[in-house]
């Protein structure tokens, strides 16, 4: 029998959910509120609301909203509510998509059909702050399109207007900013960009992906929110995932637009082949009806209230955060984050962030290194969920303590030898084979799909690297990952 093939009878109901039981023991333990990112938990019945909804559609098709009227319902349904809590007037629209990635791809598409279409340009570029998700560099990768990056404030991470001005051309199609972004959780001058959108007769969307739908009930309780939304002149689409601050299973995301007329752009349509006529709204055909029933009772279970309560939390915590990060000398929150999302800077002539992350994971917490790129610097990032409520004392003692203990420890190794860094050093990153990378990471402890106890390594190997450098080691490290 060769290495995949199919069993020739197949297991019992039991032996193969034991089997996918037992798998779970590997991944990410987030329950307990230690990990941050990945997940958003308010509730189990809140998740049980979401699962049995999830269940009930998972054979239906969205491929025709036109047989399986029930999903159409819950697309509308869940637009609709989108629309009235981002401020959108009379005759906006949207679609239901899988996630974050797949409304930005959605948007850029019907940016850029629209610019070719009704503006005539043949080759329409974007232009995003070095800050926007890579999901807009993805948009552009499959969608052939010219990216152009401006650099952000270097103090408060905010997209710099001027610089998006100047590389603004007759060939532009959509201009972008976060609300809010992930790395650093600040809001872009949204109303400034909105400005330069219609002096320049671009399109402008605005990522809520993240931050969207828990910004608003921020702004209830009193947080300093800026203008990002619909009620902003100029903002013509917003992207907002309800798999995240909203609480529903994944693979449910809205991409919203001020206009049909520049919706019309994202629809595909196909009546040049054999078969049956194909109309896509979104990139996804076939899919199941499971997100979308799931996200239509999730919003419906939970109510406004309890948003607001759960955001009351979250708002509370995070300010547990920020004052606990201020408070340890020779650490700070960068930029000023305005909901449950922070990057922890490390100053000047600190050890590196990357073996703060490696103590804390020893102290039985899970955060997410962000490398450093040109001007901005490597930091620790925290998305805080509903199931870190109640943990950020203790997240702030072991921060505390797990900088301290890196500090002393990289007073010991000053001028260390990195034989990776070393390695990697003079290669000719462009034609480096993947068994040179395959050395280099092995180096570092990583073999095959297994992983060393610490990261920091990696780490600092990737951050000393040019950033097409990292995408190359990553590009071959992934192509390894997935051995089948
Ligand atoms: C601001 C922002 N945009 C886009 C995305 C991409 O979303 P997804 O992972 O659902 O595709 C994320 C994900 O965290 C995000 O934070």
Redesign the pocket.
């Known amino acids: 029998m060769t290495k995949g093939a199919l069993r020739e009878t197949g297991l019992s109901h039991d032996e193969i959910m034991g089997e996918l039981e037992g798998l779970k023991a590997e991944d990410l333990k987030w329950r307990g509120g230690s990990a941050f990112?990945y997940v958003y938990h308010a509730g189990d019945d809140i998740e049980r609301v979401g699962k049995e909804a999830y269940m009930m559609y998972l054979s239906e098709n969205g491929l025709d909203p036109t047989v399986f009227k029930s999903l159409l319902k819950f697309d509308t349904g869940v637009v609709a509510i989108g629309l009235e809590h981002l401020n959108a007037p009379e005759g906006a629209v949207g679609n239901f998509t899988?996630?974050?990635?797949?409304?930005?791809i959605c948007a850029v598409k019907a940016a850029r059909n629209y610019a070719r279409k009704v503006r005539g340009i043949a080759e329409p570029n974007i232009i995003i702050p070095v800050t926007?998700?890579?999901?807009?560099h993805k948009a552009a990768h499959y969608l052939d399109m010219e990216c152009r990056i401006a650099p952000v404030d270097t103090t408060s991470f905010k997209a710099d207007v001027d610089a998006m001005a100047a590389l603004i051309d007759e060939n532009t199609a959509l201009i972008v900013g976060?609300a809010?972004?992930?790395a650093h959780g600040v809001i872009d001058p949204i109303t400034e960009l909105g400005q330069l959108a219609l002096e320049r007769g671009v399109l402008l969307h605005v990522?809520?992906?993240?931050?969207a739908w828990l910004l608003p009930y921020f702004a209830r309780l009193g947080g300093t929110v800026e203008p990002f939304d619909f009620s902003v002149p100029g903002v013509t689409s917003i992207?907002m995932?309800y798999?995240?601050y909203a609480y529903c299973p994944?693979g449910a995301?809205v991409v919203l637009y001020r206009d049909a007329a520049v919706r019309h752009h994202q629809i595909f349509s196909c009546a040049d082949w054999s078969g049956y006529t194909v109309v896509n709204a979104v990139v996804q055909s076939s899919r199941s009806g499971g997100p979308m029933a799931a996200a239509y009772a999730v919003l419906n279970y939970v109510g406004d209230e309890r948003y607001l309560d759960i955001a009351r939390q979250l708002k509370k915590e995070t300010e547990i955060v920020i004052e606990g990060v201020e408070s340890i000398d020779g650490l700070h929150i960068m930029g000023e984050p305005r909901m449950s999302?922070v990057a922890i800077g490390i100053d000047e002539g600190g050890p590196s962030p990357f073996d703060v992350a490696d103590l804390m994971t020893e102290l039985g917490w899970h955060v997410q290194p962000q490398l450093s790129m040109g001007d901005y610097p490597a930091n620790i990032h925290l998305?805080i969920a509903p199931q870190n409520v109640g943990r950020m004392e203790d997240f702030i003692d072991d921060l505390a303590d797990a900088y301290d203990r890196a500090d002393e420890a990289a007073s010991k190794k000053k001028g260390g030898f990195n034989p990776a860094a070393a390695m990697i050093n003079g290669l000719d990153m462009a034609s480096i084979d993947a068994s040179t990378i395959s050395e280099i990471l092995k180096m570092v402890g990583v073999n095959g799909s297994s992983m060393p106890e610490k990261m920091g390594p990696i780490h600092s190997l990737l951050d000393s690297m040019p950033t097409d450098a990292r995408n190359h080691v990553l590009t071959a490290y992934f192509n390894a990952l997935y051995t089948s």
């Open positions: 990112s899988s996630g974050g990635t797949e409304s930005i926007a998700h890579a999901a807009f976060s809010a972004s992930y990522d809520g992906c993240i931050g992207s995932d798999h995240k994944k995301s999302l998305t």
